[in-house]
């Protein structure tokens, strides 16, 4: 079993940014793909953002590409997201999730362990 801990949401104004940190328990942390997903009242859960094993591979939704960078830290046992210019419609719980898997996928259901999310939001 994994265990993941979000922290680092909150609020930040438009055009802002902020940086999460999804801390994993365990000793096989670099066994996982590493994962970002959101979901805002009355949505499906979407991706956000993906890394491979080591970190050599990253991989975005299509509405954030180009303002957040995930990266990961396999002696901390630690994934990152920075979030640059922020826009309301970021507003959403964003969430950490591993995979077991060799492959990347942006499919809820494949991955096999979630935290319980940390509160991004963001004002006009």
């Known amino acids: 079993q994994v265990q993941l801990v979000e922290s680092g949401g909150g609020l930040v104004q438009a055009g802002g940014s902020l940086r999460l940190s999804c801390a994993a328990s365990?000793?096989?942390?670099?066994?996982?793909?590493m994962g970002w997903f959101r979901q805002a009242p009355g949505k499906e859960r979407e991706f956000v953002a993906g890394i491979s094993r080591i970190g050599g591979n990253t991989y975005y939704g299509d509405f954030v590409k180009g303002r957040f960078t995930i990266s990961r830290d396999n002696a901390k046992n630690t994934v990152y997201l920075q979030m640059n210019s922020l826009k309301p419609e970021d507003t959403a719980v964003y969430y950490c999730?591993?995979?077991?898997?060799?492959?990347?996928?942006?499919?809820?259901?494949?991955?096999?362990?979630w935290g319980q999310g940390t509160q991004v939001t963001v004002s006009s």
């Open positions: 999730a591993a995979d077991w898997s060799r492959t990347h996928s942006d499919v809820v259901d494949d991955y096999d362990y």
């Open positions: 365990g000793r096989t942390f670099s066994n996982y793909r």
